[in-house]
């Protein structure tokens, strides 16, 4: 896989652990393999060793996902997640970031939080807390949330329409971008003793805004952290999470069996944001999810896949699924072939697994189940460092990501094995830095290997909020 012909030039990749304030995370029932400490994520000691072990190793950053409720579409109950661990429970993913920026100076932190159920004034309250804290290393990953279970917890009957979501998104984003970039002028914290200014009064501002969702007088609480605007993550292929990621993102997550699944939305949203917003698509960073299962052999690395299937969950793998779906398999018989069943729904959804794995005869619920349970709705690479090597080479070149998320099996040797096998194999091939491109940089120096980029591109829609130092308000104004 590795390109000798010089035609096209390799990709330093970013980096990032994918983990979640929760059990398993993607690999639901392996808490119970007696090698796995994920069962720790309620302490902070869980997470300091994390952030250390990691940036050692020079990961990019870690990619924090969250859901604000439980996964109770299969059986329509909650029980199979409460029972296998199945990303439940799960607490709130900024908690733990501060902590482990204490022990670090240069891995990224990205933190899932939605648009939908908490308002833009609060969230950038916190958000804006935490960059200060970690030195201007905070990435927020946007989502709209996907779980009935969730809006009921929110006071909803059900959460809004997709198309909603993201309208509310969209004018959620601009608000957040009102109150980071637009509500102080960069110089407006004075700190002059002597004069006894801590902020000049006429620096900060209101931002008036008044929407279809939300009305924001303003000011921003907070006084202006290393980023202003934290590295803005997304996920989502949907027309409408093409059309966000094309204007908003700097990253996005995606996360399928095969990279053919993906190529095709990867490129579209490279050229939505060149031919729309006026963004070189090639700044869009994509991330796939891959879970790594290595060893010194392959005899070895199949040995450990054929451990870990013995504590992996069906069921807990089913309650994610019919979460991530939102169809039911318990519906259907342990021996139902699904691709023959009556539902339009899940003949494509299956159709759409058997694609990609044409060795397989059968497909019935537990196919499904032994699929997802580990790993997720990723690929998992099992093999020497060179295999796997060769796996991520492949995914660069079919569908043309930029970097992964990588998922663990067991929490923390599988991010171990990442660490002592392959990357080094990747440092031989070129295909990742040997130290951070700015040692103690912000998050999106790091990101853009560029020193000084603490804020969005240029050519970014978030630089056009932005109220630089010396700038009269009347010639700053703030975008609608």
């Known amino acids: 896989m590795t390109d000798t012909t010089g035609s096209k030039p390799k990709k330093s990749l970013v980096l990032n652990a994918f983990v979640?304030?929760?059990?398993?995370?993607?690999?639901?029932?392996?808490?119970?393999?007696?090698?796995?400490?994920?069962?720790?994520?309620?302490?902070?000691?869980?997470?300091?060793?994390?952030?250390?072990?990691?940036?050692?190793?020079?990961?990019?950053?870690?990619?924090?996902?969250?859901?604000?409720?439980?996964?109770?579409?299969?059986?329509?109950?909650?029980?199979?997640?409460?029972?296998?661990?199945?990303?439940?429970?799960?607490?709130?993913?900024?908690?733990?970031?501060?902590?482990?920026?204490?022990?670090?100076?240069?891995?990224?932190?990205?933190?899932?939080?939605?648009?939908?159920?908490e308002q833009p004034y609060h969230l950038a309250r916190r958000l804006s807390t935490v960059d200060h804290l970690s030195g201007g290393r905070l990435g927020w990953n946007i989502v709209t949330s996907y779980l009935d279970s969730a809006a009921k917890n929110m006071g909803l009957a059900q959460q809004p329409q997709h198309d909603d979501r993201y309208a509310q998104a969209e004018e959620y984003i601009k608000v957040m971008y009102k109150l980071f970039e637009s509500s102080w002028r960069d110089d407006a914290v004075k700190l002059d003793r002597k004069s006894g200014v801590y902020t000049q009064p006429e620096l900060v501002r209101k931002i008036d805004h008044n929407g279809r969702f939300f009305t924001v007088p303003g000011p921003h609480i907070v006084q202006p952290s290393p980023q202003r605007t934290p590295l803005l993550l997304q996920a989502g292929t949907s027309k409408a999470g093409k059309q966000f990621a094309a204007q908003h993102a700097e990253a996005i997550f995606v996360s399928a069996h095969a990279p053919a699944v993906c190529a095709k939305n990867i490129a579209e949203i490279?050229?939505?944001?060149?031919?729309?917003?006026?963004?070189?698509?090639?700044?869009?960073?994509?991330l796939a999810l891959v879970t790594p299962i290595l060893g010194a052999t392959e005899e070895e690395a199949q040995a450990k896949l054929a451990d870990y299937r013995q504590y992996a969950s069906h069921e807990g793998a089913l309650a994610l699924?019919?979460?991530?779906?939102?169809?039911?398999?318990?519906?259907?018989?342990?021996?139902?072939?699904?691709?023959?069943?009556?539902?339009?729904?899940?003949?494509?959804?299956?159709?759409?697994?058997?694609?990609?794995?044409?060795?397989?005869?059968?497909?019935?619920?537990?196919?499904?189940?032994?699929?997802?349970?580990?790993?997720?709705?990723?690929?998992i690479f099992v093999g020497t460092a060179a295999q796997v090597a060769d796996g991520l080479e492949a995914w660069i070149?079919?569908?043309?990501?930029?970097?992964?998320?990588?998922?663990?099996?067991?929490?923390?040797?599988?991010?171990?094995?990442?660490?002592?096998?392959?990357?080094?194999?990747?440092?031989?091939?070129?295909?990742?830095?040997d130290d951070y491109a700015v040692p103690g940089g912000t998050y999106r120096e790091n990101f853009y290997r560029k020193k000084g980029q603490t804020g969005p591109l240029d050519e970014h829609v978030a630089a056009s909020y932005r109220w630089k130092a010396g700038v009269p308000a009347e010639e700053a104004k703030i975008p609608e």
């Open 270 to 286: 490279r050229q939505l944001a060149r031919a729309e917003y006026g963004r070189d698509g090639n700044d869009i960073k994509v």
């Open 20 to 117: 979640e304030m929760c059990s398993g995370h993607q690999s639901p029932g392996l808490w119970r393999h007696p090698d796995d400490q994920s069962w720790r994520f309620n302490e902070i000691t869980h997470w300091v060793e994390l952030a250390k072990l990691l940036e050692e190793a020079k990961f990019h950053g870690i990619f924090i996902a969250d859901v604000l409720g439980g996964y109770d579409v299969y059986s329509q109950s909650l029980d199979p997640a409460k029972i296998s661990g199945a990303q439940w429970p799960v607490n709130e993913p900024l908690a733990p970031i501060a902590a482990m920026a204490a022990v670090t100076k240069s891995i990224g932190f990205g933190v899932t939080v939605s648009t939908t159920y």
């Open 321 to 379: 699924f019919g979460g991530w779906t939102g169809i039911d398999l318990s519906k259907y018989g342990d021996d139902e072939e699904l691709r023959q069943v009556e539902s339009n729904a899940v003949k494509s959804t299956v159709e759409g697994y058997a694609r990609f794995s044409p060795g397989t005869a059968k497909w019935t619920k537990h196919t499904i189940a032994e699929h997802v349970s580990i790993g997720g709705n990723g690929p």
């Open 397 to 433: 070149e079919e569908a043309d990501v930029d970097g992964f998320n990588f998922a663990y099996a067991l929490f923390p040797q599988s991010f171990k094995d990442i660490i002592d096998l392959l990357l080094p194999e990747l440092r031989r091939r070129g295909l990742f830095w």
